[in-house]
């Protein structure tokens, strides 16, 4: 699954505009970027699998609801019956926090380069780490009970600074272990011609 934002054409909006254009528009055969040296390539996004919003707002809605019987019966109960107004704050609390798991949800994605692997999140404050394969020294797959239960897994970077680790949530337990595999065995490879 391929996502970004709508400003982000990656290689699919590359190879259509390339698709457009006429001969005079095509690069030249030295490359992309002429004799001056290669164009770097645009990553190709890919976002987290729709289990983990489910996830996430299933664990929202059984708590906010938790609150909110609590918050509208007891109060209701023991002191009057116009106190049960008081569940409308959770309700509340309820309604944007399932518009911001689903925001927050659409911001994760990762990209893996030749060289690196780029993870981005953040709705208000953006925030794109870069972890080198030769930095790697840890890469491991783990999956909580809840986890589990909706199929899901996440992938924790361990780096030789603490600065770079990074963890991939909510994928695919396939997807994490060749991501796993896959990082591994370019760490190794990058590591061994330092």
């Known amino acids: 699954m391929e996502t970004g934002s709508p400003d982000d054409t990656g290689t699919a909006g590359a190879t259509r505009a390339a698709d457009r254009a006429g001969p005079a528009d095509q690069p030249s055969p030295a490359g992309p970027a002429g004799p001056a040296g290669p164009a770097r390539e645009e990553p190709v996004w890919t976002g987290l699998p729709p289990g983990l919003l489910r996830m996430r707002r299933l664990l929202l809605v059984v708590w906010l609801g938790l609150l909110t019987l609590a918050a509208g019966v007891l109060p209701a109960l023991f002191l009057a019956p116009l106190w049960a107004a008081l ?94 595999d896959r990082l591994t065995e370019l760490g190794e490879a990058r590591s061994a011609g330092l």
């Open 87 to 180: 569940a409308l704050l959770p309700l509340a609390l309820l309604a944007w926090g399932w518009v911001m798991l689903g925001r927050n949800w659409r911001s994760w994605r990762y990209a893996e380069r030749a060289d690196d692997l780029l993870i981005s999140r953040g709705v208000l404050w953006r925030e794109e780490t870069v972890v080198p394969y030769g930095r790697m020294q840890l890469v491991e797959v783990t999956s909580g009970p809840v986890e589990r239960h909706f199929g899901l897994a996440s992938v924790q970077l361990h780096t030789a600074a603490a600065a770079t680790d990074a963890t991939i949530p909510g994928l695919d337990p396939a997807e994490a272990e060749r991501l796993r």
